[in-house]
């Protein structure tokens, strides 16, 4: 059994390789090898690699310099290799140190061998730049780790782990930004082009991180995209992080509003001017912008194809102004991280050095090279050239006037406009210093660029990043042209050679756009108003993107009302909850003191309703306070999530309380578990696993006798099983194990997701019983009990 094993065993590692070397190949439509009768019946699939070659590409690239000469050929060997897979764990994950130590202890050891059959040293190793070994390298692509047998344990693992929150599946540069930005747990923080949600996962990471359990942080995130189908997939991401402190919009970052509250307006009104906050503005902001994308093109090798240097010509200009928009919003001493994942100076170096130029002494490069000294990066660049249509250009003074609608001048290392005329080359530029020609011969930047940050993909053995930290000193200059809404709304790649604007658009910045939407100031009664209503939340897969769409489906042949928010059509328009029979119902029924852990003002629903209102939303203060300022300023926030999951009608007739309908949810409970004082069921650890395991138990089957008795003494409907060994509740802290529940009429059914007690069954395996002789084995999560009730 034993050299049967080792046999199967040299097998699957033969067969690794060997599929390790055709991760980034594709089959072939046409497979017939031999069209004659004598073929054999089946043909084996013929392969073709992707092609991973473009001169235009390497010549590009050498011209500018992006790496010695010496490196060139590892730099492009490295290119050509599929992507390691990387993976980082959630800070606030209760089982956090649980699941550093499994790949500490368990899966360095036991992938090794498959780590040295594809020639590598190490199988998976912790990132030595991110802190507390929460970050994860591996040496597999995530190809690999989908398609190898050997390797199976592990992408279940990954997969669980990512699915209930625990861990993020994220490209090991992607979770840069992030820690430059210096982000607290009380700042307001933007993130501008926030799909697919990674970034903005990890920023409420951080906000998170000092919190105690049941207690929110004073700061929020904003996190935007401009794309509708990419917002709800930022939803999605995000939905695992179980926040109240969260609010998905949907606008082009260019045109983000500013919601700035005009006093005179407000006051005729009725409004307060005393409210919390007046104006939208953040801490701190990450212009993560639209690029070429030629960073991941170890992760996408079609962009081989595809590439040319047009791409990044075409996105200048938006990231110009996006980054200035993201300026604007800035408190004066906030920072600002703009990145790509491109390498192109073009959508680089020239950005920013053009962000300095129009914002002069107003904001500074920060050099922050003494942080994460474990990241190889490289200094910016402070010289470069421009190509168009194969040309080459070194300075705007060698660009004919029928490329200059393409080729920017804010493209060139110098940022300078000289007219190309016979009248001593006069300087047209906000610089005002006199130049020669001789002296723009080969451009070099005056600007500190060398503070920005370039990680190229064989220091490391990861994609290509740019970085740059921007801190705003003061407030920004005027402009004398404000933005064209029209204009630059693309987020797609536009060659150069199709996009030939006449003028360069520039951002008036500390003003808001469409600033006739905010003097149109409306009451912020929801009750009162029709139109002054919130946003739907918490879209999922699964979940329409209305409400409405369902309470109107009945109507057959009839045409659905297409739902508004405010003045922004096809977003369902959601409410303070203000119903008191809703919220003394809630509070009596799980024995919640408001002064501990406030419902007025919290709660927000789809609708003033409340006898169709199915989900309840619980939001922070900080997120509340901006929800008010949006209604007071008109609606100008276009929000497609905001707030916690935190109460959902229970549709199933038994047990339905007429105290109390809604039960908690598994993603709210977390936040409520500290103030629940009634309909709370103390469990030993048996009869926790044998719950999990048979997603509903009949009270005469616990283990433990007395538990029948106190879980009779319970309210029928929702309520909360908590995992405790001891005589006495103990008091909830961070290590609390706890699921939502269902009390029948002679049963406790879990109301969670499979995937969620699959991985508390797994956790649970991993600790020493007090109570117990033997533990329960965990269950496969196939189960098709009452867990199926609750909303995914």
Known sequence: MGRGGRHRGRSQRKDF???RENVWKRSKSDAT????????????????????????????????GIVKEEEWDLFMEIL??????????????????EI??????????????????????????????????LAWHSNFSRKEIRKNQTLERFHEFLKLENEVGNMTRQEAVSMVPPLFLDVHPDHFVLDMCAAPGSKTFQLLEIIHEASEPGSLPNGLVVANDVDFKRSNLLIHQTKRMCTA???????????????????????????????????????????????????TLRK??????????????????????????????????????????????????AVVAEILRRCGETVELLDVSDKLPGLIRRPGLKKWKVRDKGVWFTSYKDVPQNRRGGVLVSM?????????????????????????????????????????????PHDQNTGAFFIAVLHKVSPLPEFQEKPNPKRNSSTKPVDSTENSPSTEAIVTVDTVPDESAAEKVIEADPINEKDDLEPEMNITEGESITEEKEANSSNVGGKRKVPMQGKWKGFDPVVFVKDETVINGIKEFYGIKDESFPLHGHLVARNNDTSSVKRIYYVSKSVKEVLQLNFAVGQQLKIASVGLKMFERQSAKEGSSTLCPFRISSEGLPVILPYITKQALYTPMADFKLLLQDKSIKFMDFVNPQLAQKAT??????CVVILHDGEEPAKVNASTIAISCWRGKASLAVMATAADCQELLERLAEKTPKTEGASVNGSNGDSDGPQAMETA
């Open 17 to 19: 390789k060997e599929n």
């Open 245 to 295: 402190n969260l609010m998905v919009t949907n606008h082009e970052g260019q045109q983000f509003p500013g919601c700035r509250l005009n006093k005179s307006r407000a006051s005729e009104k009725g409004i307060s001017e005393d409210m919390p906050i007046n104006q939208l503005a953040f801490d701190r902001v990450l212009c993560d912008v639209p690029c070429s994308g030629d960073g």
């Open 33 to 64: 090898v031999d069209g004659s009768d004598n073929a054999a019946p089946e043909q084996k699939p013929t392969w073709e690699p992707i092609v991973t070659v473009n001169p235009n590409f390497e010549e590009y690239y050498k011209e500018q």
């Open 300 to 349: 996408a090798p079609d962009i081989w194809r595809k590439w040319n240097s047009g791409m990044g010509n075409g996105l200048h200009s938006l990231q110009i102004i996006l980054a200035m928009r993201g300026l604007s919003l800035l408190k004066v001493g906030g920072k600002m991280i703009y990145s790509t994942c491109s390498m192109n100076p073009v959508e680089d170096e």
């Open 713 to 718: 003494d319970l309210v029928m409907g929702s």
């Open 100 to 133: 550093i130590s499994i790949l500490e202890n368990d899966f360095m050891k036991s992938l090794q061998a498959e780590a040295i059959e594809g020639g590598e040293l190490e199988a998976i190793k912790p990132l030595p730049w991110y802190p507390k070994n």
């Open 80 to 97: 050509r290799k599929p992507l390691p897979a990387a993976f980082r764990v959630n800070s606030n994950s209760q089982f956090r140190d």
């Open 412 to 456: 060139f290392p110098s940022g300078k406009n000289l007219k190309d005329s016979t009248d001593g080359c006069k300087e047209t530029d906000s610089s005002a210093v006199d130049v020669t020609p001789d002296e723009v011969a080969e451009e070099v930047s005056d600007l500190p660029l060398e503070r920005c940050m370039r990680i190229i």
